[in-house]
């Protein structure tokens, strides 16, 4: 169901830390989604990215289907054959500098084009980790010398073919919820569509906000935390008849891909809710029930 009312998403300041550890806790454990401020992405690097982006949709098919990717289940060239607006290229490993100049020597790209993705990738990436270590602090984990960077990402370049008037109100991506630990989203600020579950069981929109980003709570995240951390429910809506582009990289798990509650998080009183399983194999599992919102994770 969807709410006519719109939803303001939690902003967390990167730069007023640990002052902030309390605000984070409550929204990565509530809503499972917020906005970061002063992340430290250059305004001028995400501007480029984003008409770099455009121009890879307008490669010939034939380059377009280069992206192939085998690392992991369902994380290669999406077509519109696939999801009838949404078409999306994929970089595996993102924190890899040799997986990100794989892909754009696959696509043929220019070298400014290289240059730039390469460039943006690597500060995104920055950030993930970044937030990430963040929102283990929050709920009590004691980083120590322990760093998400070696924890493999995913990063994922979307446009959304919206362009007639019929299209709006339809489905850009069904509800789901991300499978990793958590996602950082740069949305595109011309043209909203994203929305997120509220408490109240109902799909909200969200404005788009011009210098900030989105992070997401994603099932892994749930799992490590044993329940603590909220993975967020979301979809994206055709709220206008133009085309979108959107930038994701999802922080997936442990280089082993052994998903399971960090033992921190389980006592007498937090016993332990969810097994330890393989993310390649619960990435299938959920494409196979066509279950991508976390209603698997219980019988995990």
């Not at 930038?247 to 969810?274: G, Q, T, W």
Request: overall charge negative; proline content about 4%.
């Amino acid at each position: 169901m969807a709410s006519d009312h719109k939803l303001v998403l939690p902003v967390i300041d990167l730069a007023n830390f640990p002052k902030e550890l309390e605000k984070l806790a409550a929204a990565a454990t509530g809503l499972g989604c917020f906005r970061i401020v002063n992340h430290g992405m250059p305004p001028m690097l995400t501007e480029e990215m984003k008409v770099v982006t455009r121009s890879l949709f307008n490669l010939p098919a034939e380059a377009r289907l280069r992206n192939v990717n085998d690392n992991i289940h369902s994380g290669g060239y999406i077509s519109l054959s696939e999801l009838r607006f949404l078409e999306s290229f994929s970089i595996y490993d993102a924190s890899s500098m040799t997986d990100i100049r794989s892909f754009c020597s696959l696509l043929d790209t220019t070298t400014q084009q290289r240059e730039i993705i390469s460039a943006y990738i690597e500060k995104l990436h920055d950030v993930v980790i970044n937030i990430a270590g963040k929102v283990a602090e929050s709920v009590g984990y004691n980083l120590g010398g322990f760093s998400f960077d070696e924890w493999p990402c995913l990063a994922r370049l979307n446009f959304f073919d919206f362009k007639v008037e019929e299209d709006i109100g339809c489905i850009g991506i069904p509800a789901h919820t991300d499978s990793g630990f958590l996602s950082v989203l740069q949305e595109d600020v011309c043209v909203g569509g994203l929305e997120i579950m509220n408490s109240h069981g109902n799909f909200a929109p969200i404005d788009p906000v011009p210098g900030t980003l989105i992070v997401n709570i994603g099932d892994v995240g749930k799992v490590w935390s044993n329940g603590r951390l909220q993975n967020a429910k979301h979809r994206v809506i055709c709220k206008d008849a133009k085309s979108r582009i959107s930038i994701n990289m999802f922080l997936l798990a442990a280089k082993d891909d052994r998903v399971e509650p960090e033992a921190i998080f389980v006592d007498s009183e937090h016993p332990r809710i969810y097994q330890t399983f393989i993310l390649n194999e619960y990435r299938k599992l959920r494409d196979a029930s066509g279950f991508r919102a976390g209603e698997i994770l219980p019988l995990l």
